[in-house]
């Protein structure tokens, strides 16, 4: 009726090259990789199998034909490996499981001919057997005489087909193949020590530590949730998982997540203790934490009422994110960790919060959220799928269905006649493919309650109502059924989820960690005495004397500045380049200067013509006004020209008129066109005095450049003080709020910019006096500079020359024969031309060569002295932020240097963040340290 293994005989296997079992069994050999179990077959080495656990034909996974005693996993299996099916890609053994087991032993590891009887099947070890229904392996290989073929595999209770664990384990390669698969090494899971956690087991409890601990507030952790409506069964289906009666009486309902953390033990035990996520303040706000043994295990689910009921009371909320953690051990127990979510409602009834129901989805789109977690979908398969709210929610962040596992309770209510629809559903028929499948579980039903039917006794009634009730008993497929299936596949399917993210949580939990300390440091310490206040306040106003001084002009500053935003020296650089530009493209400074439009005198074959500039041909140095043409209407192919634009075309420039023809213009070179001084005639005579004219007015020169300098250069130079008082403000305050010790005093912080900011002010307006001082100097002409008398002298000269050396390049360029009177006549016309001019002309031409002599120079003075007289804001600022500093008492630094409520607050949360991510890493090095490879 069973079957059994020897410890001897597996350590035989394990630990020597070739022996021979100690107890008078078969014998066994071990070589290199190959390696093989002994089927006990005589009943006195019964008494010597290891028994680690006893199930009862009543709770066996195997029903009524279940063997008497469990397999020893000794030293080559997880302590916590499953007396249940798994999938492959759940197997303990990692990727390398043999996709096919059974008993057919090779010749050198079992006597031939040997055969087994299990479950009614049999199987020939001689001819290497068939694969039973159910089957049991630990170690295949392909032949005696290839020993590296030697395979790990462990199977237990898995159908001949296991479809649902190959779709199992393809659903879940998909949905996690973007994270990191490390391979683990089958000798890296084995701990030297006999009370540590062997295989996946050690990671499942790190991923435990690692939520106890609260690093899940952090970091998303895979886990498998409960989900489901209220009603829908879902507190007896974790019941029969976890075989633990949990509260569900109607003055106590689910309000806050239930860890249910089982491991799979010889004895039972269990630990239900708080993990707070929003600790409240008060007093008596821990929970005791409670053990429950053999000898009081019928008081478990009241001590778990007890913890839900003391979150419930201490927070003083309807439902909390505060998790009930149960921590239980022993032969019931699958490996396996499970969330309990409190129930979707959509009222509420008296006494009850109008909030209720939104707190609820509030709690559960929390885990909804999370990628790494498991939806176990439960619904009651008597109500239309389409009503389902868990199942509308999960596909809302599932949509592929990647994560999502519907289960099917109730099974029992159907109504007559819609088991087809239901069959449908549960083979995936009626919806969009879920890609881990449905399951469908039997719980006690309100008459099994009523007469006080134990859980183990509901499950077997359960595995007899799928065995023997159409439509199900016809299904195939097995493993979608009862809960003990239910709790192989969540046990596969976790031990997967925990490999496939180990490493990636790991990098996610560092670079948190250094995330949150990067910006607890940038907080800075809080100073709570006097004494440090002092200390701190002294050294900000060292820092600001010392980083914003005379250096800030020269850009060493590199608080100041990053790699999008320029120096406060580089800014005030182009900002003076501006200054220098706009008033030079003023009429004082630019008086000689020629452009499109300025007015002037052009002499045309010994004429003076006056009119303005309508063309400037730079390359060939030559100007053109619209009265002198060379041709008029010419009758030309451009048809896109508008009437009255100037264009250029082969060295030719064309002036475009109305009717639709063009007139060629005439080119005067550079050195025959000057300024019209018409502007200065007409000043002339409107403030001519009673005294004889024939002297420059130098009354009238005086007005002209202070009008000019008012009018022109006084915005310009107050626009430059107005811009460094900004540069200069800007730069403090940035300067401040890059200093760490303010960073969680906004007091301070906010003092020491407002300061800065008056301060600046009141540079900037004693500044402008001096700016306003200089330019009052300047609106009376006056200068020893030597420039202005020779370029006097140069410009009361400069046209009559270029005029008279025009002529006689002019003569010399269309006489074969030039003769001295031709040239001599020329010239004096020129000369007697120039004599015929008025008093005016001469004396307009006369003041207009001395406002463009004076104007050089006067510009020279403006663009040097007036950004020289605007720096000093940015000079004088440091020494005297300082000694405002310097002035402040003991009481306001007692004010300044205090830290408010939400800054401490802050403090205290990355504080946190950092002490859990440290002690989240911390388990890792501790699970590497016990021999896991990682």
Partial sequence: ?????????????????????????????????????????????????????????????????????????????????????????????GPSAPKSFGFGPSSDIAPAGGGVSFGGASASAASGGTTPPLKFSF???????DKSSAAAAFSFGVPSTPTSAKSTAASLDNFFSKGSRKKISRASLKNKSTDSLEGYEQFRSFMDKLAESGVDDYIDLPMIAVMGDTSSGKSSLLSNISLVELPSSDTLTTRCPIRLQMRNANTRTACVKVVWKDRPEGDNVDFAERTVGEENWNEITNVIAEAQGHIIEKSGKEVARDIVCVDMKGPHCE??????????????????????????????????????CVILAVHPSNVDFHNSQILAEAKKVDPKTLRTIPVLTKPDLIDEGAETNVKDLLLGNKTDKFEMGFHMVKARGQKDLNEDVSIEEGLT????????????????????????????????????????????????????????????????????TLLEKRALFRNVRDSMREGLGAESLNGRISQLHSSDAKRPSAEFYLASQRFQDELNSSKLANISSIQVGTNVIAIVNGKEVRDNVCFIDDKNGNFYIKKEVIENHVWENWKTMKPGS?????????????????????????????????????????NRRSSLPIFLDPSLFDAIVANQIEKEWTNPSLKLLDFTAILMETASEKFINSINMTKSLPSLTEYLVRKSSELVESIKQDTKEEVLKFIERERTPYTQNHYLFENLSKVRTQCLMDEVLSSVVTHCETEKKVS????????????????????????????????????KVAFKRFVDTVPMICAEVMKRFPKMINDILSDVTDNEIEQLVAAPPSAITNMNALKKEVETLEKGINTVKGLSKSGVNI
């Fill in 1 to 93: 009726q069973g079957f059994g293994v020897t410890q001897p005989q597996v350590n035989t296997m394990m630990h020597s090259d070739e022996k021979k079992s100690k107890n008078g069994g078969d014998r066994a050999a071990v070589k290199g990789n190959n390696a093989g179990f002994v089927l006990a077959s005589n009943k006195e080495e019964l008494p010597s199998i290891r028994k680690p656990f006893d199930r009862g034909k009543s709770a066996s996974p195997f029903g009524s034909s279940a063997p008497t005693y469990a397999p020893p996993f000794g030293s080559i299996a997880p302590k916590s490996a499953p007396p249940f099916a798994l999938p492959k890609s759940a197997s303990p053994f």
């Fill in 139 to 145: 170690w295949t290989t392909t032949s005696a005489a």
């Fill in 461 to 528: 009634k359960e595995e007899a109502f799928f065995r023997n009730k159409e439509p199900w008993r016809n299904i195939d497929d097995k493993s979608k059924f009862g809960t003990k299936s239910l709790r192989v596949k969540l046990a596969g399917l976790q031990m997967k989820i925990i490999h496939a993210s180990f490493e990636s949580i790991i990098s996610e939990m560092k670079d948190r960690r250094d995330e949150a300390a990067l910006d607890l440091k940038a907080l800075g310490d809080i100073p709570s």
């Fill in 335 to 372: 490996n396996l960790t499970l969330i309990d979510l409190p129930g979707i409602v959509c009222s509420t009834g008296k006494g009850e919060s109008n909030t209720l129901a939104e707190d609820i989805r509030a709690l559960m789109q929390d885990y909804l959220n999370n990628e790494r």
């Fill in 646 to 686: 100037i264009f250029k075309s082969t060295n030719k420039v064309y002036f475009a008129r109305m009717d639709g023809t063009f007139d060629q213009l005439k080119p005067i070179p550079r050195k025959l066109v000057r300024i019209d001084p018409h502007w200065i005639s007409e000043l002339i005579e409107q």
């Fill in 820 to 855: 001295t009177d031709d040239l001599t006549s020329a010239i004096q016309h020129i000369f007697e031309r120039n004599q015929k001019r008025s008093i005016d002309d001469h004396m307009a031409e006369e003041m207009q060569n001395a406002l463009d002599s004076y104007g």
